[in-house]
Nanobody, 123 residues
Framework: QVQLVESGGGLVQAGGSLRLSCAAS????????MGWFRQAPGKERESVAA????????YYADSVKGRFTISRDNAKTTVYLQMNSLKPEDTAIYYC????????????????WGQGTQVTVSS
């Protein structure tokens, strides 16, 4: 089991930046691939980015490539999502998720979830 707690959300103007953090506790952090997902009102939860245990492999949704960066600090058992050039369509609740070993791209493949943090981008 791993427990996940997100932080860093908030209200930002279009073009601005935010950095989300996800602190993990519980079993060995390095066994987990980590993902960031988001869910806007009335929409399905979608994958934003993912990173494997040693940061060698990353994944980004096309909608955020070049603007968002996922990273992790295994010593701090924390994963980050740096979000730049934010757009109003990035507005959503952002969730951190974990799964054993390999990156996956769909929500159903992640068994462990945080409670989410709201990101609102104003135009």
């Amino acid at each position: 089991q791993v427990q996940l707690v997100e932080s860093g959300g908030g209200l930002v103007q279009a073009g601005g930046s935010l950095r989300l953090s996800c602190a993990a506790s519980g079993r060995s952090f390095t066994r987990y691939a980590m993902g960031w997902f988001r869910q806007a009102p009335g929409k399905e939860r979608e994958s934003v980015a993912a990173i494997n245990w040693n940061s060698v492999t990353t994944y980004y949704a096309d909608s955020v490539k070049g603007r968002f960066t996922i990273s992790r600090d295994n010593a701090k058992t924390t994963v980050y999502l740096q979000m730049n050039s934010l757009k109003p369509e990035d507005t959503a609740i952002y969730y951190c998720a974990a799964r054993d070993w390999r990156i996956a791209h769909t929500a159903k493949e992640y068994p462990y979830w945080g409670q989410g943090t709201q990101v609102t981008v104003s135009s």
